[in-house]
């Protein structure tokens, strides 16, 4: 599902340049969890963002479906993030102002979705995580752990392939906490979704089926490799493997 080769993220220049990412290399297969795990500054959020092409590798490549990131032009890119990626955040980004329903369609907003789908398809993932008589209430009236499921919402209502999770209990008690992770974890055993999470929370990590382990922008130990199987390929071809960005 995704690839990295000799992945550098570097800042600054000459004596100020700092190299976040010094060479990971790493594949992840269709329907896998991984936890990328490290210190604070290991290098993990950025790893998170270049897999998710919400940011670009100052050298080495990412592939999405065998697909290098850097020949899709900026429209593909953004129909990709768009219709096969969810993200959760610890900081939730949700828009206080507009009903939990508004923020949960978000992306179905972005997509050109009709009103009537939108309503349809939010009110059904809500429905699932338990929030559906929240629908018309505030973001700001939300307790964090009501939040956090929100953000998941609006994360799967596209129905994506891989969902991309940064500290996704970094703000929540640990019971709540707990919740959180039965969601993610259930919801990716249900719908074979791949998901991807950084994390300094054992407990969640060590629910994956897969630890990344980063240390000063490198791999610790060599990373377990998932071969790409000749089937893995996407059910509903938001990118085509030969290719073509349907």
């Known amino acids: 599902m995704l690839e990295a080769e000799n992945l550098v993220r570097a800042y600054g220049r000459g004596a100020d340049r700092v190299e976040a990412l010094r060479g990971v290399s ?4 269709r329907g ?7 210190r604070s500054g290991s290098g993990k959020s950025t790893l998170m963002h270049l897999l998710a092409l919400l940011d670009a590798p100052t050298s080495g490549t990412v592939a999405v479906e065998g697909r290098p990131a850097a020949s899709l032009s900026a429209r593909e890119v953004d129909r990709v993030r768009n219709t096969a990626f969810g993200f959760v955040f610890q900081q939730f980004f949700l828009t206080p102002h507009q009903s939990v329903l508004e923020n949960v369609v978000l992306p179905l907003t972005i997509a050109g979705v009709r009103r009537a789908e939108r309503r349809r398809r939010g009110l059904e993932v809500l429905e699932r995580l338990e929030l559906a008589g ?10 964090g752990g009501q939040k956090q499921r929100v953000a998941i919402a609006r994360a799967l209502v596209n129905d994506p392939l891989v969902v991309f999770a940064d500290e996704p209990t970094g703000n929540l008690d640990s019971a709540t906490g707990a919740v959180v992770e039965d969601t993610l974890l259930g919801l990716q055993r249900e719908r074979g979704i791949t998901l991807v999470v950084v994390t300094h929370d054992d407990a969640l990590a060590a629910r994956c089926d897969r630890r990344v382990h980063l240390r000063d ?4 130990g060599p990373p377990a490799r998932v071969p790409l199987l000749a089937a893995d390929v996407l059910p509903r071809g938001d990118v085509h493997p030969a290719g073509a960005v349907r």
């Not at 929240?134 to 307790?143: M, N, W």
């Open 26 to 29: 790493l594949r992840i297969g």
């Open 134 to 143: 929240k629908a018309a209430s505030r973001a700001t009236d939300l307790s």
């Open 217 to 220: 922008g490198l791999v610790a």
């Open 32 to 38: 896998e969890s991984v936890a990328v795990v490290g």
